[in-house]
């Protein structure tokens, strides 16, 4: 089967930092994307790694290890705005979404 | 605003009834997406198209019947539904899909047809 768990609810307080974890274990991987989405919106594009290694984006930065099946998200100088569901989502022959993580950002 | 345009924006209908949903991209994008999301959970990807083909359905049931008229458009066609079918209907696009070697190529997604099924 195909499994990719993420911790359901974060919290954390403007101006900190807060990192997301996904673990997976997929049959193929072919890259990974994590996706914002706020409630009631689409979920929008973040990030994508294909390579172990850190991906910096401005305030966003993600970070994969393919031996160990993991990956996480950064966030850093977190903001109000920030507050939403962050998805992690692997390709297999076909995007996969995992579990999706509530993060709540408060003043 | 999102470069994919699903219409209508909330759906409600009763379990006989037949219905659409729209949905249309003009990024050039060749591969298109039906994602199903039901409240706190993810999108759980319901069908693929790729260069208008259906290359992926993900044993969805024949209530749901997925047409793609051009590279452009995305249809879902919704007949005799049942109320646990209400859910939110995320339309997606990507320049290429998994299938074909886009496997970079991040999902535009739509911001979705809010089903109510009665």
């Known amino acids: 089967g195909q499994n990719i768990d993420q911790p359901t609810e974060m919290t954390a307080t403007e101006g900190a930092i807060v990192q997301i974890n996904c673990t997976y274990q997929?049959?193929?991987?072919?890259?990974l994307f994590w996706y914002q989405q706020h409630a009631g919106e689409a979920p929008t594009f973040l990030s994508y790694n294909v390579l172990d290694g850190l991906e910096e984006k401005g305030r966003f930065s993600s970070f994969l290890s393919r031996s160990k099946g993991y990956s996480y998200l950064l966030l850093k100088e977190l903001q109000m705005k920030d507050s939403a569901s962050y998805l992690c989502a692997v390709i297999t022959d076909k995007l996969i979404f995992g579990t999706g993580t509530r993060l709540q950002v408060f003043p | 605003d999102t470069e994919v345009t699903q219409t209508p924006k909330h759906l409600v209908m009763g379990m006989t009834n037949k219905k659409s949903l729209k949905c249309e991209q003009h990024?050039?994008?060749?591969?298109m997406y039906w994602y199903k999301q039901k409240a706190k959970k993810p999108p759980e990807l319901m069908f693929v198209?790729?260069?208008?083909?259906?290359?992926i359905n993900e044993s969805v049931p024949s209530r749901f019947s997925p047409e793609c008229p051009n590279s452009s458009l995305l249809n879902l066609h919704l007949h005799a539904l049942q109320p646990e079918d209400s859910a939110l209907y995320l339309c997606a696009s990507s320049q290429a899909g998994p299938k074909i070697g886009g496997y970079n190529s991040p999902l535009h997604f739509g911001n979705g047809t809010r089903l109510t099924v009665t």
């Open positions: 198209y790729s260069y208008e083909k259906l290359s």
């Open positions: 997929t049959s193929g991987f072919n890259g």
């Open positions: 990024m050039g994008h060749r591969a």
